[in-house]
């Protein structure tokens, strides 16, 4: 599992960029760099948010969770021996939305796997000692002092680019509910958050792009609230020897670097959530993620398998 950053993994957003048909209500744009990825957001309003304020919460998240600055939250806690480490109220949140989608997806959205994949130069290039693999190595807990993760080896590790663009998604939509914007569109390195609807009164579109057919959609999304979360493998890939590697790692008896699931799309209330579900979809590899599929009423999801009949499955609740 994990290993994201830099991917939009098809991803396609529609509507106008700029003034609405409305002399009160316009679209006010913003985009930028962060993460390793792209930034697009879209507020509908009479007077404009603050820019500076919508950097500095996308900005504060990259600095908790990115493994490319060994002074961020996640390094702290990933150079640390083993032992107990006090950490912030939104690490602690996004710690435990991942162990959540670790149980629930029985092990294939699993962030201590991830930095196998930095090995392969697909992430940081940090030197490492042996990797101990297994979220149950990790655990977290609460006192009147606050937040505590236990880490039970010195050489095991947590990656969370399956993750982090999700919750950065989030923390951008909390923030402008706060504010009271309640019109927007948000998009971090291909995860998405809608809220409301355009100044002519019309849905927001998200266009879900066809990787073997990049000029046509396997599905266009219009909603007024929802969050919607993709992930890939077709754009970032390398060969290795006789095969080809991926920047998610499937967590099976042999750590697998190439599942053949091509494309996940998964649409959920909260980014953060739909964010790991994808990324747990490709670590599933095509089989297991199919069965998922069939037996999931509570999600939107689409699979497009690497395969040699292209097997496709989409569900809707």
């Given at each position: 599992?994990?290993?994201?950053?830099?991917?939009?993994?098809?991803?396609?957003?529609?509507?106008?960029?700029?003034?609405?048909?409305?002399?009160?209500?316009?679209?006010?744009?913003?985009?930028?760099?962060?993460?390793?990825?792209?930034?697009?957001?879209?507020?509908?309003?009479?007077?404009?948010?603050?820019?500076?304020?919508?950097?500095?919460?996308?900005?504060?998240?990259?600095?908790?969770?990115?493994?490319?600055?060994?002074?961020?939250?996640?390094?702290?806690?990933?150079?640390?021996?083993?032992?107990?480490?006090?950490?912030?109220?939104?690490f602690a949140y996004v710690f435990n939305a991942?162990?959540?989608?670790?149980?629930?997806?029985?092990?294939?959205?699993?962030?201590?796997?991830?930095?196998?994949?930095?090995?392969?130069?697909?992430?940081?290039?940090?030197?490492?000692?042996?990797?101990?693999?297994?979220?149950?190595?990790?655990?977290?807990?609460?006192?009147?002092?606050?937040?505590?993760?236990?880490?039970?080896?010195?050489?095991?590790?947590?990656?969370?680019?399956?993750?982090?663009?999700?919750?950065?998604?989030?923390?951008?939509?909390?923030?402008?509910?706060?504010?009271?914007?309640?019109?927007?569109?948000?998009?971090?390195?291909?995860?998405?958050?809608?809220?409301?609807?355009?100044?002519?009164?019309?849905?927001?579109?998200?266009g879900i792009e066809n990787p073997y057919k990049?000029?046509?959609?396997?599905?266009?999304?219009?909603?007024?609230?929802?969050?919607?979360?993709?992930?890939?493998?077709?754009?970032?890939?390398?060969?290795?020897?006789?095969?080809?590697?991926?920047?998610?790692?499937?967590?099976?008896?042999?750590?697998?670097?190439?599942?053949?699931?091509?494309?996940?799309?998964?649409?959920?209330?909260?980014?953060?959530?739909?964010?790991?579900?994808?990324?747990?979809?490709?670590?599933?590899?095509?089989?297991?993620?199919?069965?998922?599929?069939?037996?999931?009423?509570?999600?939107?999801?689409?699979?497009?398998?690497?395969?040699?009949?292209?097997?496709?499955?989409?569900?809707?609740?």
């Open positions: 599992m994990i290993r994201k950053n830099g991917l939009i993994a098809g991803v396609v957003l529609f509507g106008t960029l700029i003034n609405s048909c409305s002399s009160e209500q316009k679209i006010y744009y913003y985009e930028g760099y962060v993460m390793g990825t792209t930034y697009h957001i879209k507020v509908v309003a009479s007077t404009p948010p603050n820019p500076t304020a919508i950097d500095s919460v996308l900005f504060y998240v990259d600095t908790l969770l990115t493994a490319y600055d060994t002074s961020s939250e996640l390094m702290r806690v990933n150079l640390s021996s083993a032992g107990t480490l006090k950490v912030s109220p939104d991942a162990k959540n989608v670790w149980h629930e997806s029985k092990g294939a959205f699993d962030p201590t796997v991830g930095p196998l994949a930095w090995q392969h130069g697909f992430g940081p290039k940090v030197k490492l000692d042996t990797i101990i693999t297994g979220f149950e190595n990790f655990y977290l807990i609460q006192t009147d002092s606050g937040f505590f993760v236990i880490k039970t080896h010195d050489n095991v590790y947590l990656d969370f680019g399956g993750i982090a663009k999700g919750y950065g998604v989030d923390k951008v939509a909390w923030y402008l509910l706060s504010k009271g914007y309640k019109n927007f569109m948000i998009e971090v390195g291909g995860e998405v958050r809608i809220n409301g609807k355009k100044p002519d009164g019309t849905m927001w579109k998200i990049p000029e046509s959609f396997l599905k266009i999304i219009a909603d007024t609230a929802l969050a919607i979360a993709t992930s890939g493998t077709y754009r970032q890939k390398k060969q290795e020897g006789n095969r080809k590697i991926t920047h998610i790692v499937a967590k099976d008896d042999t750590f697998e670097l190439s599942p053949d699931v091509i494309l996940a799309m998964v649409t959920d209330t909260s980014c953060t959530y739909a964010d790991a579900w994808a990324t747990a979809l490709i670590a599933m590899g095509c089989k297991r993620a199919i069965d998922f599929v069939r037996n999931n009423t509570r999600k939107e999801i689409i699979v497009l398998c690497d395969t040699t009949s292209k097997d496709y499955i989409e569900n809707k609740p």
